[in-house]
């Protein structure tokens, strides 16, 4: 398993690989990622980067403020994190982070809610797509042992930093794909 893309010298595709570049946000912090099925528009991406600051200051946990960060990664995922260690995050909390989330897929028609799409690396860009495509897209060879896909199954901030992207043939994706 690569775990650390930076290091594999043996594509040129590494360079082009965007990393998670997060240094406010602690490595113990416990994040939650939603890949929209397209890009976000320009007038989106601003409204977007305003009401997730908002929301991340505002964001609580049994009226204490949460320590709490939010980002948008390749114009295309959502990343919220919280810091557990300062303050515990609770049902409550995670519930008003997916109605924050709802809003946008109704305001948008976008979809950011199905965890069972898988996003890859295409030309600078995502190509966002469920498991049966994928899987078909590995019979056709689009998808090769070394395409990379960004880990949007990462949990915290460390997982997310140091595995941003994985090959197909490694990890959970290797099982996923039958690599």
């Not at 360079?15 to 990622?33: A, G, H, K, T, Y």
């Not at 989106?44 to 600051?53: D, G, M, T, V």
């Not at 305001?107 to 965890?115: I, N, S």
């Not at 990379?148 to 996923?176: E, H, I, P, Y």
């Amino acid at each position: 398993m690569i775990t650390s893309p930076i290091t594999d010298t043996s594509q040129g595709i590494l360079n082009q690989l965007p990393p998670f570049d997060s240094v406010q946000w602690p490595d113990r912090c416990r994040i939650w990622i939603y890949v929209s099925n397209r890009p976000f528009e320009t007038h989106e991406q601003i409204e977007l980067a305003e009401r997730l600051s908002e929301f991340a200051a505002n964001w609580s946990a049994h009226k204490l403020r949460l320590t709490a960060y939010s980002m948008v990664f390749m114009n295309q995922v959502i990343v919220l994190g919280v810091d557990e260690q300062v303050q515990a995050i609770s049902g409550c909390s995670i519930d008003a982070s997916v109605h924050f989330v709802k809003d946008f897929e109704f305001k948008w028609g976008v979809v950011l809610l199905d965890g069972g799409r898988l996003a890859r690396y295409d030309g600078g860009c995502l190509r966002v797509e469920s498991l049966a495509q994928a899987r078909q897209n590995v019979a056709l060879g689009v998808i090769n042992p070394r395409t990379w896909f960004f880990n949007s199954f990462a949990q915290n901030a460390t997982q997310l930093r140091s595995d941003t992207w994985m090959q197909a043939n490694s990890g959970l994706f290797a099982r996923m794909l039958g690599f």
